[in-house]
């Protein structure tokens, strides 16, 4: 019993976060009928070895040892139970750590994407009085959909929510983003970030690349969700990309690995850029 839960500890430990959300699922999903199948099974199973004992005619010798072995158990209990006090604490303190970490992740990636780009933009249009009102509202109702979410909203499906995302980016900008997408899934939180993920793979394109049009093909497969933003503008040096610069390694990056996905760039001096982001449906 002692190797199980070792084993069992520690292979939770060694699980990222995609493993135990679905572990967490499957096992609220069968919350309901563990009720009734824990009892069940050990009334089963302390029928089975009564009847084997016996059967063997090893009754009377076991309900003699029982007494001592409350006895070693109880004192194994005794002497480990600090240790396994230690062990789950310490197993929490590292969970909460790890959330915490993953949420000022997120608050940093979005600050990144919606209040530093359009406080850019702010700054570029300082003569126009009119494109900076209309940039301080569009970021003031971003803003407020981030941070209070209308629970009464009907759920926006990933296609549509991607032509969404690439109409916000179109206005902002200025660059036409044409979107092609085939197939649905349902709304989520991993799917969300994906959708973040995408934003600003097409604010970078709208913004460096210099093409007048950024591409955007979405598909969405039983197995997976894949994304491409591509331009066929002046293009860069993938490994010249200085590391300070939030909008590829945590925005795009970053973000898809902590979700559980993928992200790839691909790009040529000269040549544009392509994006590819994928996520796995589990």
């Known amino acids: 019993m002692v190797a199980v839960v070792l084993g069992v500890a520690l292979v939770w430990r060694q699980a990222n976060e995609a493993q135990r959300e679905r572990w967490r699922v499957a096992r609220t999903r069968g919350r309901h009928g563990a009720w009734l199948r824990l009892p069940a099974g050990a009334l089963l199973l302390g029928a089975g070895l009564l009847g084997f004992l016996a059967s063997r005619g090893q009754l009377r010798a076991a309900r003699q040892g029982v007494l001592s072995t409350i006895v070693v158990v109880a004192g ?123 934003r600003e793979a097409m604010v970078n394109a709208a913004k460096h690349s210099g093409a007048p049009v950024v591409s955007v093909y979405a598909e969405a497969e039983p197995e997976r969700v894949t994304v491409f933003v591509r331009d066929r503008g002046r293009g860069f040096d993938v490994g010249a990309v200085p590391e300070g610069r939030h909008g590829l390694s945590e925005s795009v990056v970053g973000r898809m690995a902590r979700h559980g996905g993928t992200a790839e760039v691909r790009s040529v001096p000269g040549d544009g850029a392509e994006v590819r982001l994928e996520l796995p449906r589990a």
């Not at 608050?107 to 780009?117: G, I, K, M």
């Not at 209070?148 to 109409?167: K, S």
């Open 76 to 198: 194994v209990a005794l002497l480990s139970g600090p240790w396994w006090y230690r062990l789950t604490n310490d197993l929490r303190a590292e969970r909460r750590e790890r959330i915490r970490s993953q949420e000022r992740a997120e608050v940093a990636a979005h600050v990144h994407d919606s209040v530093l780009q359009t406080l850019a933009l702010i700054r570029k249009a300082a003569g126009d009085p009119r494109e900076v009102a209309r940039l301080a509202r569009s970021q003031e109702r971003e803003l407020r959909s981030w941070l209070y979410p209308d629970a009464g909203e009907p759920a926006v499906r990933f296609a549509a929510a991607l032509e969404r995302v690439a109409a916000d980016v179109e206005e902002m900008h200025g660059t036409t983003v044409e979107v092609v997408a085939v197939g649905d899934c349902p709304p989520g939180p991993r799917v969300d970030a994906l959708l973040a993920a995408a």
